[in-house]
Every structure is written in C-alpha cells, then in structure tokens.
C-alpha cells in the first residue's frame, strides 16, 4: 500500500487539537469520516511529541480490532512509525501480544474483563480509546463495570462512537461515566433518572423531564464533540469509506490454495477478458465467504465478511443502508445473518419498495447493483451506501452509488466498502478508485497474481 500525505479537513483538525488538549473526549462524529485517523494523529502527538502518554489501548468490535486500526495506520505517511499490535486469539497469544513492544494495543471488547484482570492492580496504559463507545451504553454489562474498576488509573480517556445515544438520552449515562466518573450526569444512574426523567404512567420505561434534553447536551458541551452534516460541510457529497477484512487462519488459507489451484490452472493458456472475468468472479465470491460450484451448489467458506458488515450495522445504530450484494448467496447469507435483530429488511424489486424506502419504512435496503443502477431515487430514504460484494464494472458502481448520491439528497453520502485484505477484493477496489478502464485493470491485476503465485 502507497503511503498518502495526510491533509485533515478543517474539521479533523478541530477535533486533533481537542483530543491533545483534553483529557478526556467523546468524539460523536457520524460512520467514516475519519475518527480512527483523527485518534492515532493525536495518540502519535501525544507520544512522540509532547511526551504525555506512553502505551495506548484501544477497545473495539471484533474485526475493527482485527483489522481498520493497522490499516489505517499503515495508510499515512505520518503514522509510519506507528506500531499497531492486536491483541487477539488465543490467551497465550493475547499475553504475547501484550509483551511485544508497541505504541497502541488494540483488543476486541469481549476480551476487556480477561484484560482487566489480568493487569489487575498493575493497569499499564495511560491512554484508553472506546471504539464505539455507545457498545458501552448498559450500565449493567460486565464490559461497562469492569472498566469503571480501571478507570481512575486512566489518565486520557477517548470515547468514538457516531450515534451516542440511539434509543434515547437513558443510553447516555454509562457512556459519559466512563469518560468523567460521573462529574456531569450524576455518580448514580438512578441519581440521573430521577433528576432528568419522569417514570411512563403504566410503569414501564421513562420519560425525559421538559427541558432535560437542552440541560444535558449543556452540561456535555465541554466533554463531547458532536459533529452534524452542516460542521462538516467542506467534505465532498460521498465520501469513500474502506473497511478492511481480514480471514481467520482456517478461511485465509482455503482461499490461498483455491486461489492458487485457479490461477495456476489457468497459468498456461492465454487469458481473455471473458476467463479473467470468469476467475475473478470465483475470487471474489471467495472474499465474499461462499462460492458456487459447476452445478451451483453454494459451499460457504467463512463468515470473516458477514461478521465485519454485522458490525458496521451494529455502528449505524439503526440509520438507513442501501446494501449491495453480488451473488444470491451473498442475499441468502445477508438474510440469515439479519434475522431477529430487530431491523426492517426489504430487498429492491417493486415501486412500492422505492416508496416505502423513502418514506423511511425500510432500515435495511438489499439490492443488486444491475437491477438498482438506473431511474431509481432513493435519496430521501438515507446516505449510507454498503457495498458488501464488490464488482469490475465502474459503470455500475457510480450509477449506483448514484442513487443515494444524487441532486435532492440533503446529506453527505458515505460509501462503505467491505475489502478482504490480500484477497481479489483489492484489485477491484483499486480500479474503482482509479476509475481505470475496468478490462485493463481486470487483466493486468489476474496477470500479476498469477506471477505472485507462480513465485
């Protein structure tokens, strides 16, 4: 990967100078606009040039651990030096990962109880980033109690998250604790009840007081950073979002020896576009997690994808996405994994889809992007664009973003891309970056995995 001059938007730069400056931050700043840059510039400043802090950890979703912290790293020329070390796996290799030298440790937060008491009394990071810090919000969850148990050793505390409080200001309470010990909105949640809510009339549930709304983002003003579209309006109208995948051992290495068996199958014949196409197909239905054979029957290989865009969806906290898959078994597998989280799932084929779409009846848009690339408007339904599978055609790729980007939409657009990193994914999403000729780069990329496999 080619290293890229980091130039932060005016924004970006906003909340840089808040997180050297402050020592604790929620940062509510909406899916992909750069919150993960934004935090290791500052760890890196706080580090190597101001000397304040000595190990970072950072606690996050599962495959943002896994994989979007070195990414990002290894993507800006100014966080070369930076050394990501995930911590994840098996306890044994967790303990190693905790013993290798490093700037910022980086573990799922399933682990964080295992962590905590593991250091025990002898907590070694200064700095402390909660990767969607709404993940956070139950004041009753052991990931919430145990990190109030580290929390006064915690001398700089970071809080991401871009819907903070989705089900309703209660969701608030944990979150900001963890930031200020209870400074702002009460040491006890049942203080803040009290003093901000009135319980429902059938005694179920509660009901912020007149006013309580106003009150509480007053007494946050100073601890958070809530970004809307009109703070950020120097963007460009679609922003481009990668989110990388990375396989489990079991998964990275079926799709090596697949990957090898059908590119050296084809090593010695001469490669049209129709094959290319035909091959990069079978790869990318890999990086997706399944894959048809001669009869169609579907073999699934992994879940490593599924898992990442069930996070992302888990980060959109409810907001509308326009989803586009490749192969039916990509619809098939996106259903199942969709199933019982409360969520309205709709796929695309009727007008009364585009309508209910728009009218905000629909959470979860699946379509095709042939079937969704022309004449349809679904600006007014939402501005997230998930692209779970990813395909050559640079035509269908603008076209349908071009339903979501498009004149009548009153939001930035974000265009999320999920990438298997290594995988064919890659080269795909190197061509649409480009907006290169799609049978040049199509070619040109097989010829050279080809030549990586042959070595």
Avoid at 38 to 47: R, V
Avoid at 96 to 116: E, F, H, Q
Avoid at 323 to 340: C, E, M, P
Wanted: net charge neutral; hydrophobic share 40%; charged share 25%.
């Amino acid at each position: 990967m080619t290293r890229k001059k980091f130039a932060p938007w005016d924004y970006q730069r906003y909340c840089i100078n808040r997180m050297l400056a402050d020592e604790a931050l929620g940062l509510f700043l909406g899916l992909g606009l750069g919150k993960t840059v934004i935090t290791l510039t500052a760890i890196n400043d706080l580090k190597y040039n101001r000397f304040a802090i000595r190990r970072a950890l950072v606690i996050a979703p599962k495959k943002v651990a896994e994989a979007t912290w070195s990414f990002e790293a290894a993507k800006w020329q100014h966080l070369a030096h930076l050394r990501i070390i995930p911590v994840l796996g098996s306890k044994a290799k967790r303990i190693r990962a905790l013993n290798t030298p490093g700037d910022v440790w980086v573990i799922n937060r399933d682990n964080v109880k295992w962590l905590v008491e593991h250091y025990r009394n002898a907590w070694p990071f200064d700095m402390v980033v909660l990767d969607e810090l709404s993940s956070f919000k139950n004041h009753q969850a052991q990931r919430f109690k145990v990190l109030t148990w580290i929390r006064p050793h915690v001398k700089r505390i970071v809080g991401l998250t871009g819907t903070p409080a989705p089900n309703g200001l209660l969701d608030l309470w944990a979150q900001i604790y963890l930031l200020d010990e209870g400074q702002r909105l009460e040491k006890r949640i049942t203080h803040f009840r009290e003093k901000y809510f009135e319980r429902n009339y059938n005694g179920f549930g509660y009901t912020p007081k007149p006013g309580a709304d106003d009150i509480i983002h007053q007494r946050l003003s100073d601890i958070c950073i809530s970004m809307k579209a009109e703070d950020y309006l120097e963007l460009p109208d679609a922003v481009p979002h990668i989110i990388p995948v990375v396989l489990d051992d079991k998964a990275a290495e079926l799709y090596k020896r697949m990957e090898r068996d059908l590119l050296l199958e084809i090593a010695d014949t001469e490669i049209t576009a129709t094959s290319a196409a035909a091959l990069t197909g079978k790869l990318l239905q890999m990086c997706n997690g399944a894959l048809y054979d001669g009869d169609r029957t579907v073999h699934e290989i992994h879940d490593c994808k599924i898992e990442a865009f069930m996070e992302l969806i888990e980060q959109l906290n409810g907001a509308p996405a326009l989803v586009f898959y490749s192969y039916q078994h990509d619809l098939t597998r996106i259903h199942n994994a969709l199933k019982g989280i409360g969520l309205r799932v709709r796929e695309l084929r009727t007008p009364e889809d585009q309508l209910d779409w728009n009218d905000g009846k629909i959470d979860i848009l699946l379509a095709h992007p042939a079937s969704a690339a022309y004449g349809l408007n679904l600006q007014d339904g939402g501005n997230h664009v998930v692209w779970f599978g990813l395909n050559w055609s640079l035509e269908l790729y603008q076209q349908a973003n071009g339903r979501l980007h498009r004149q009548g939409q009153a939001q930035k657009v974000i265009l999320h891309h999920l990438v298997v990193q290594g995988g064919a994914d890659e080269d795909v999403m190197a061509a649409l970056e480009d907006k290169a000729s799609t049978q040049d780069r199509l070619l040109d990329a097989l010829k050279a995995r080809i030549e990586k496999t042959r070595s």
